[in-house]
Nanobody
Framework: RVQVAESGGGSVQAGGSLSLSCVPA????????MGWFRQAPGRRREGVAT???????KYADSVKGRFTISRDSAKNTMYLQMNSVEPGDAAMYHC???????????????????WGAGTQVTVSS
């Protein structure tokens, strides 16, 4: 299990942008499958995006074209750039990381077994 820490949440107006960051407690971001999922009160947990060690990225349909997942190995940080934010994007965003032997396992709906404490994203209309 890889411990991670998120940052960057906050309040944003609908249509605006926000960037989230995630840092693993050990190892480099380029070694893992890393991903974001979100949970809002009364709603099911929803996978948002993943990035595999080979650079393969995947997105939930709800964020495709608006969010971008990326990483910077030199800074050992993984990012989620959120553009054209919508009210439905408001949630607690959690980062997670794990070793996976193949890219197809690094799925957006992967059931992570450990994750960070989360960072809150609030959207005002």
């Amino acid at each position: 299990r890889v411990q991670v820490a998120e940052s960057g949440g906050g309040s944003v107006q609908a249509g605006g942008s926000l960037s989230l960051s995630c840092v693993p407690a050990e190892g480099n971001v380029s070694r893992y499958c890393m991903g974001w999922f979100r949970q809002a009160p009364g709603r099911r947990r929803e996978g948002v995006a993943t990035i595999y060690s080979d650079g393969t990225v995947k997105y939930a349909d709800s964020v495709k074209g608006r969010f971008t997942i990326s990483r910077d190995s030199a800074k050992n940080t993984m990012y989620l750039q959120m553009n054209s934010v919508e009210p439905g994007d408001a949630a607690m965003y959690h980062c997670a990381a794990d070793f996976m032997p193949a890219a197809y396992l690094c799925a957006v709906d992967y059931r992570w077994e450990s994750w960070g404490a989360g960072t809150q994203v609030t959207v005002s209309s």
